[in-house]
């Protein structure tokens, strides 16, 4: 063996470093060797200079250099109650602290005016810990006052996810004109059209006489091309605040227009057709449409393939058994269309008005709607 390792023993006590802290924290409490007061409203709170120095980069600035509080005997603090601070002071000399839906507004921002920066992020993770969709927008604004990155990013992804739950919220109703601007633009945004139109309209009647001004830009927000034309018709053409805008009325005209594909000039700034869907407005679902098996008879059955459970649910069936039908899928709707009678197989099916059998199906949280149209008529 090397003689310097049989000569020498490096001690580690794990145990110093706490204690040490342990016993600065009696001598605080006690009044012992502290060089300063510092004072929030009616409190004081000697401390050891070095103890706060060596805790925050803020102190540190205040104290080691040549700033007046470095030599001051009393020193105060603005913006921070007495409460708050006592709970800072515990952190400081114990590196223990509790955090609760009372106080962790207080403590984020102490944390953030102080640069305690585990302190911060521990108040952050505790926000998240609490947020839901009715919350997630007050969130958002605390972490740009505070410039906490990973808060935000958890309530903006909250925001959009939840946005049927959010747009119901109160606090969505208090958003500034550019916040919502952005929040409704958002490509990521969990929602179909027809819900944006009636989110933005009901933020506007929270508000007619102030916000009705802002109809225009809120309302190019909402992609048209992708709204359902009965919503589009019976709900967005005739709402009065819409009809009194002449600029939501062009626009609403062009789009028309464009549906039923009618030759005209549209004038660019009115052209409602210059969208992308947005990511997630719409579920995609595997559908299996009849068929059969081997030699077995072709059956009526509709089947929708569940991602998520790895399993096929069933939906409405048919109306009668189809060999070779053509099936598309518009608007939520499921057309089956053609093919031949297997009660007759020399007969095809003609065209005629469809017949639709609704069928709604739950998947875990959310639901999907689905219509089972098949074309009925004569047979020729």
Request: overall charge negative.
């Amino acid at each position: 063996m090397d003689g310097d390792s049989c000569n020498s023993l490096l001690f580690h006590d794990k145990d110093h470093s706490c204690d040490l802290l342990r016993d600065l924290n009696k001598l605080r409490e006690g009044g012992l060797l502290t060089d300063v007061i510092i004072c929030t409203d009616d409190c004081e709170f000697p401390c050891h200079r070095n103890v706060m120095a060596s805790s925050s980069p803020y102190f540190r600035a205040m104290f080691c250099n040549n700033f007046r509080e470095s030599i001051q005997e009393k020193v105060t603090l603005m913006g921070i109650d007495s409460d708050t601070f006592r709970q800072i002071i515990t952190y400081v000399y114990t590196g223990d602290i509790l955090i609760t839906v009372d106080n962790v507004f207080h403590l984020i921002q102490a944390a953030s005016l102080l640069q305690y920066d585990k302190l911060m992020g521990t108040c952050s993770k505790f926000l998240q810990d609490q947020m839901t969709p009715q919350n997630c927008l007050s969130m958002i604004c605390l972490s740009e006052l505070f410039s906490c990155k990973s808060l935000k990013e958890k309530a903006r992804q909250m925001a959009l996810q939840c946005f049927k739950e959010v747009s119901l919220s109160e606090d969505l109703k208090e958003l500034s004109v550019s916040e919502l601007l952005d929040y409704l633009g958002d490509d990521d945004l969990y929602g179909e059209e027809e819900q944006v139109f009636e989110t933005l309209m009901a933020w506007i009647r929270h508000d007619v006489q102030g916000r009705k001004c802002y109809l225009q830009e809120l309302f190019k927000k909402v992609r048209i091309e992708y709204v359902h034309p009965m919503f589009l018709f019976h709900f967005i053409a005739n709402d009065p605040l819409i009809q009194s805008s002449l600029f939501c009325r062009t626009m609403l005209e062009s789009a028309c227009k464009v549906i039923f594909s009618l030759n005209s000039n549209i004038s660019p700034d009115v052209n409602p057709m210059c969208h992308v869907p947005r990511r997630f407005s719409h579920q995609e679902f595997l559908i299996n449409v009849g068929g059969r098996k081997d030699s077995q008879q072709t059956t009526r059955d509709v089947l929708l393939y569940n991602e998520k459970s790895n399993q096929w649910l069933r939906l409405a069936k048919l109306p009668l058994r189809l060999y070779k039908a053509t099936s598309v899928g518009l608007h939520g709707s499921i057309y089956v269309l053609g093919g031949l009678s297997m009660a007759n197989k020399d007969k095809t099916v003609t065209s005629g008005l469809p017949h639709c059998q609704e069928h709604m199906v739950q998947d875990g949280d959310q639901g999907c709607e689905e219509r089972l149209c098949s074309s009925s008529g004569n047979w020729g």
